[in-house]
């Protein structure tokens, strides 16, 4: 038998809309996180607000049971993975620009980019604010500490990891100097 060699791609390319990928991951992930959450909770009142009147069957206990249980459990996990989702994805914005070469004539196209990343999550951030305050989903939003700081101060954060990106694609610094090129 004989083994094949693994091919590795060498034309790696830092992908120029990461960060307008991160702004639609960003606040699908808190919306999606803060719905689920908000239906489990109404399925879970629901269920253990029924009456068994003279039944032998008491549905409101083995409900506050099960899932009683998990509700407690999965809100305040959801809240951390929200925000750990929103920050590791703009750290490895981060990290992926600095594992990359890119060519400086580039610059001004990734500098186009942030500046309408910067314009969108302004959009986002309000958009994200008006359903803070919303009736229905308001008060489950707001109780995502981390994720919705991340949301509220969206452009700020989008310009610091587009700018920060940028430095670090195209600032051209040799990461292995022994062996005269990049990383990769």
């Known amino acids: 038998m004989e083994l094949r060699k693994i ?24 919306l ?4 689920w959450v908000y239906g489990f909770n109404e399925i879970t009142d629901t269920l253990t607000g029924i009456d068994t009147g003279s039944s032998t069957v008491n549905i409101s206990d083995a409900a506050q049971e099960t899932f009683g249980e ?3 459990a999965q809100t305040a996990g959801l809240h951390v993975l929200a925000y750990v989702i929103i920050f590791i994805s703009g ?17 001004l ?11 969108a999550s302004v959009y986002l951030s309000n958009q994200y ?26 452009p700020i954060w989008t310009t610091v990891i587009g700018l920060f990106g940028a430095i ?3 600032s051209g610094i040799l990461r292995d100097r022994g062996m005269g090129g990049s990383v990769v």
């Not at 590795?8 to 991160?22: G, Q, Y």
């Not at 600095?98 to 004539?105: G, L, N």
């Not at 196209?109 to 314009?119: Q, S």
């Not at 359903?131 to 101060?153: E, H, K, R, V, W």
């Open 32 to 35: 999606f996180f803060a719905l």
């Open 168 to 170: 670090f694609l195209f």
């Open 7 to 30: 091919k590795l791609r060498k034309n790696k390319k830092a992908a120029i809309t990461d960060i307008l990928i991160w702004l639609v991951v960003s606040f699908v992930t808190v």
């Open 109 to 119: 196209v990734y500098l186009m980019v942030i500046i309408t990343a910067i314009i």
């Open 129 to 154: 604010e008006d359903l803070m305050t919303n009736d229905l989903l308001g008060a489950t939003i707001s109780d995502f500490g981390g994720a919705s700081f991340i949301m509220l101060y969206l």
């Open 91 to 107: 750290l490895s914005i981060l990290v992926t620009n600095f594992m990359v070469k890119s060519h400086p004539a580039f610059f």
């Open 70 to 72: 998990v509700n407690t």
